[in-house]
């Protein structure tokens, strides 16, 4: 199971810490991958951490302003979110698979944080 919080108002320019917290199975062993949804868009990948934090992959559009990190003694997985831009406002969503930057390969997904940034 995951668990995504730390979504909310923010103005632009602001920060936000996501964090994925995983239980059960999704806990062990799995890369953890950030994606977005806005409304009326496919859902967007934005970051993704393997299990040993060695590989990380960012995506272009929050590069140099999103950074993703975990702690797995905690079992949580963060994304750290910078200088926030309105086109950043989505609902975000960690998923527990295997290193990719595509949806489809992930095995399990949390519900959701609404992330909405203000101009």
């Known amino acids: 199971q995951l668990q995504a919080s730390g979504g909310g108002l923010v103005q632009a320019g602001g920060s936000l810490r996501l964090s994925c917290a995983a239980s059960g199975r999704t806990s062990s062993s799995y890369a953890v991958g950030w994606f977005r949804q806005a409304p009326g868009k496919e859902r967007e990948f934005v970051a993704t951490i393997s299990w040993s934090g060695y590989i990380t992959n960012i995506a272009d559009s929050v590069k140099g302003r999103f950074t993703i990190s975990r702690d797995n003694a905690k079992n949580t997985v963060y994304l750290q979110m910078n200088s926030l831009k309105p086109e950043d406002t989505a609902v975000y969503y960690c998923?527990?698979?295997?290193?990719?930057?595509?949806?489809?390969?992930?095995?399990?997904w949390g519900r959701g944080t609404q992330v909405t940034v203000s101009s």
């Open positions: 998923a527990a698979g295997p290193t990719s930057v595509t949806a489809i390969d992930y095995d399990y």
